[in-house]
């Protein structure tokens, strides 16, 4: 049996009966949770695109992004362009963060955890604003070209911020936000590894 393998494994097991009540504590408060990435990602959009965002409106965990864009529909009609997003698919990373804390029973789990949402906060944002940015920018590129002035490299750009907001940021974060505050865990390896290499 390698040095360290108890303690990771037992830090992985109660991981994950730790995040079952997390998930299930933070979908029962779905409508709380979005919150603050929606106005995060609000508050962005605005002002990097002032002429033609107009704000947002939160249906649940669907965010809409009202903008003044607008398509040509058939019969000469013009539609307002508003992309949606669901939020809480980029807000899993809180419960996970949550539960990462509570399995190696982190000293200060009251400030620690609150403060690592927060500091989520950001890379929730992210998401929501690329998923955006890609229906306009990728799905409806020869519609909204000429009002939106994003170019081919723009495209590539927004493309490639989508995938690492979707596949990569909601598990990674909460990770590294974890290590950052806490290192308790890598450091009873370490010792352990340390101890077992002298005997």
């Not at 809409?64 to 009609?77: E, I, Q």
């Not at 909204?144 to 002035?149: A, H, N």
């Not at 505050?181 to 890598?186: C, E």
Request: with cysteine.
């Amino acid at each position: 049996m390698k040095p360290g393998f108890s303690v990771i494994s037992g830090f992985f097991v109660r991981a994950l009966l730790w995040l079952v009540p997390c998930l299930a504590l933070w979908y029962a408060g779905r409508h709380y949770v979005v919150l603050a990435p929606a106005w995060l990602a609000e508050f962005t959009m605005h002002n990097l695109f002032p002429f033609w965002v107009h704000g947002s409106e939160l249906q649940g965990t669907q965010q809409v992004l009202l903008t003044g864009l607008s398509v040509a529909m058939p019969g000469g009609r013009l539609a307002d362009v508003t992309p949606e997003a669901n939020v809480l698919t980029y807000a899993y990373g809180a419960p996970l963060l949550a539960a990462l804390f509570l399995a190696v029973r982190s000293p200060g789990c009251w400030w620690k955890i609150p403060l690592g949402w927060l500091m989520l906060l950001p890379f929730q944002a992210w998401g929501v604003c690329f998923t955006w940015l890609l229906q306009l920018g990728v799905h409806m590129a020869e519609a909204t070209r000429s009002q939106t002035r994003f170019d081919a490299f723009d495209t590539n750009l927004i493309g490639a911020g989508y995938q690492i907001g979707f596949l990569l940021l909601p598990t990674l974060a909460p990770i590294l936000i974890w290590l950052a505050l806490d290192r308790r865990l890598i450091q009873q390896v370490l010792i352990e590894g340390a101890l077992s290499a002298v005997e």
